[in-house]
């Protein structure tokens, strides 16, 4: 069946309805060439920016909500190796300096943009930008703008499932351009759509949250049972 993948007969449909959840036939019957194949695919459709075939990646990155390594190593050497960087959209945080000074003399408060960009585009588009851009689109599900930033969401989901589990063959290329104050300031920007801004809070935690160190933190105890307070306490306890 993985022969038939890309000729328009839902064969990746197939495959992946099979896979999903079962880690057995995971690790059976996905090899670096089912991979190149779907990143292939990816490649194809982007023109008409289609996501299905990121969320097809997605979904082989895991079974039952755990990581499988193996898929994941797989992806990662393939979807990061510079040969297919095509395929993703560049995200940066631009830092202009204000070159109006204050009252004191003192410069005002930098101002942060965080910018997309891809092979095939114009330039560095502000993500801001094109969100208010579709908003006001006259069909604001199909407009370009629009299209982007759901091809863009589907990339952030499986840069979530590629770090899950402490994945560093994608934590470490990825944190460095995808950093908390970039994703942050998408978090909170209301401008943004709220599945784009969860599509950042899921990478937030997989990327940067569950990480080294790898120590066990004690959390904090904010209620007692009665029966585990003393009935005398000294000041030296």
Known sequence: MQKQIGYDILAEDTITAL??????????????NEIETFVGLVRKNMAQWQ???LDYLKVLCISNNVAIARTQ?????SVLCE????ILL?????????EILDEDGEPLERETAVVLSWHSGEGPQSIVEMALRARNAVDK????????LQYYRHQLDLF??????????AIDPLSPKLGIELMLKCMEDETLSFELRASFCRLMLHMHIDREPQEKVTPVKYARLWSEIKPEISIVE
């Open 19 to 32: 896979l999903h959840n079962n880690q057995k036939l995971l690790n059976e019957h996905i090899t670096a």
């Open 90 to 98: 560049d995200t940066r945080l631009v830092v202009s300096e204000p």
């Open 160 to 169: 979530s499932h590629m770090c899950l589990g402490r994945q560093y063959l």
């Open 51 to 53: 996501w299905r075939f």
């Open 83 to 86: 040969a297919n960087s095509d």
């Open 141 to 148: 599900e199909q407009s370009e703008d629009a299209l982007v």
């Open 73 to 77: 190593e797989l992806i990662c050497k």
